[in-house]
Antibody
Framework: EVQLVESGGGLVQPGGSLRLSCAAS????????MHWVRQVPGKGLLWVSL????????SYADSVKGRFTISRDNAKNTLYLQMNNLRAEDTAVYYC??????????WGQGTLVTVSS | EIVLTQSPATLSVSPGERATLSCRAS??????LAWYQQKPGQAPRLLIY???TRATGIPARFSGSGSGTEFTLTISSLQSEDFAVYYC??????????FGPGTKVDIK
């Protein structure tokens, strides 16, 4: 069974940092591109970042470029999102999603990040 | 950036009735369109990709159609578990995932 389990969310002050993790199981992790997508509670979905299978290529939404870094450890079957210089507007549930021809065919349950003083 | 709009924002339907949801793209996305279902407190669930291909395990009452700029998700006979928010998403353009604002399907 495919599983994606996010962790690392929590309450952080503006300007602070967090690192999210997404532990993958049930499939060949290195064979898939992976996304981070966020959702403000009660609002819509917003793509954040994408990484290819071997980690050599990454892309970011303009709103997080220069502050967030996506990475992966294929030996540990884990995806990461390092978030620095966090802002109130980064408050959201963050999901990792497995890429399937551009869509997301498997999603984690999400982890809530709250940026507030 | 290609923008997706969805209509209606809310659709009130009785169980057993047919629901038709619309997604429109500001430019052609050919068939690079997916549909998701999201229930409160849950992650999105992929229903349709390639505009009309059902994802693994998705019941046949869900169908997708369209190409270019006009797309439709049809739920042929609504079940109680189908009341949720539905999002369309385009891909293979920048940014890699662009989502519509969603249509909430609620009980009439």
């Amino acid at each position: 069974e495919v599983q994606l389990v996010e962790s690392g969310g929590g309450l952080v002050q503006p300007g602070g940092s967090l690192r999210l993790s997404c532990a993958a199981s049930g499939f060949t992790f290195s064979g898939y591109w992976m996304h981070w997508v966020r959702q403000v509670p009660g609002k819509g979905l917003l793509w954040v970042s994408l990484i290819n299978g071997d980690g050599s290529s990454t892309s970011y939404a303009d709103s997080v470029k220069g502050r967030f870094t996506i990475s992966r450890d294929n030996a540990k079957n884990t995806l990461y999102l390092q978030m620095n210089n966090l802002r109130a507007e980064d408050t959201a549930v963050y999901y990792c999603a497995r890429d399937y021809y551009g869509s997301g065919d498997q999603w984690g349950q999400g982890t809530l990040v709250t940026v507030s003083s | 950036e290609i923008v997706l709009t969805q209509s209606p924002a809310t659709l009130s339907v009785s169980p057993g009735e047919r629901a038709t949801l619309s997604c429109r793209a500001s430019q052609s996305v050919t068939s690079n369109l997916a549909w998701y279902q999201q229930k409160p407190g849950q992650a999105p669930r992929l229903l349709i990709y390639g505009a009309s291909t059902r994802a693994t395990g998705i019941p046949a009452r869900f169908s997708g159609s369209g190409s270019g700029t006009e797309f439709t998700l049809t739920i042929s006979s609504l079940q109680s578990e189908d009341f949720a928010v539905y999002y369309c998403q385009r891909y293979n353009t920048w940014p890699p995932m662009g989502f519509g604002p969603g249509t909430k399907v609620d009980i009439k």
